[in-house]
């Protein structure tokens, strides 16, 4: 069975700083997709990035971007400028068959301004 | 532009009574449906998924069921709560259905407690 882990339960950033926040897994599967979802304190989850592992080059959304590194199974998320408006639990999750995702237990990102 | 509701927003029950949340999507046809259940402070666990009405898959054995009777509308169902049915559930879609790897999007979620 696939498993997702986010090493860091917490993490902070000071406003307009850069913050990067860890993910691996665990497949034996050759081709899969990486999500990141953030999920404010209204509880709704919003996705942040997308990354399909067949394609080499490291998703990119505004100043969100991952690391992708396929062979270590990790998949780090990457927040540039950081903003109050950040400040959230983000998830990192795997899909498998049917697009039936698995998430890890998330880290809750604190913005200081 | 595609939209999912889910209601109601807050629900406290007795243990043993009977649940039903609803989800339904508006602006697309024939989505892959999800039931996602989420305990305070955790990642989400997937309960339920549907690829068309009638079909559903469960995922973890447990007193809940699911049911999809019209084609955008998805059912979480019990017939006796128990105090470890609380938390956060959340329901999703994805655009196409069977395909994996699609973007799932989520509604606004039920928050559950059970007493």
């Known amino acids: 069975a696939q498993t997702v882990t986010q090493s860091q339960p917490e993490m902070s950033v000071q406003e307009a700083e850069t913050v990067t926040l860890s993910c691996t897994y665990d497949?034996?599967?050759?081709?899969?997709?990486l999500f990141w979802y953030k999920q404010p304190p209204s509880r709704q989850m919003i996705l942040v990035i997308r990354?399909?592992?067949?394609?080499?080059q490291n998703a990119t959304e505004n100043r969100f971007s991952v690391n992708f590194q396929k062979a270590a199974k990790s998949f780090s998320l990457k927040i540039s400028d950081s903003q109050l408006g950040d400040a959230a639990m983000y998830f990192c999750?795997?899909?498998?068959?049917?697009?039936?995702?698995?998430f890890g237990q998330g880290t809750i990102l604190t913005v200081h301004p | 532009s595609q939209t999912i509701h889910q209601w109601p927003a807050t629900l406290v029950q007795p243990v043993g009574s009977p649940l039903s949340l609803e989800c339904t999507v508006e602006?697309?046809?024939?989505?892959?449906l999800y039931w996602y259940r989420q305990a305070a402070g955790r990642g989400l666990q997937l309960l339920f998924y549907?690829?068309?009405?009638?079909?559903i898959s469960s995922e973890v054995p447990q007193n809940l069921s699911a049911s999809r009777p019209q084609d955008r509308q998805f059912i979480l169902s019990s017939k006796k709560l128990l105090l470890s049915d609380s938390g956060f559930y959340l329901c999703?879609?994805?655009?196409?259905?069977?395909?994996?790897?699609?973007?799932?999007?989520f509604g606004p979620g039920t928050r559950l407690t059970v007493l």
């Open positions: 999703a879609w994805s655009g196409r259905a069977g395909v994996w790897g699609d973007t799932q999007y």
């Open positions: 497949t034996s599967e050759s081709d899969y997709y």
């Open positions: 990354q399909e592992a067949y394609k080499q």
């Open positions: 999750a795997y899909s498998t068959s049917y697009g039936k995702l698995t």
């Open positions: 602006g697309t046809s024939n989505p892959n």
């Open positions: 549907s690829v068309g009405i009638g079909q």
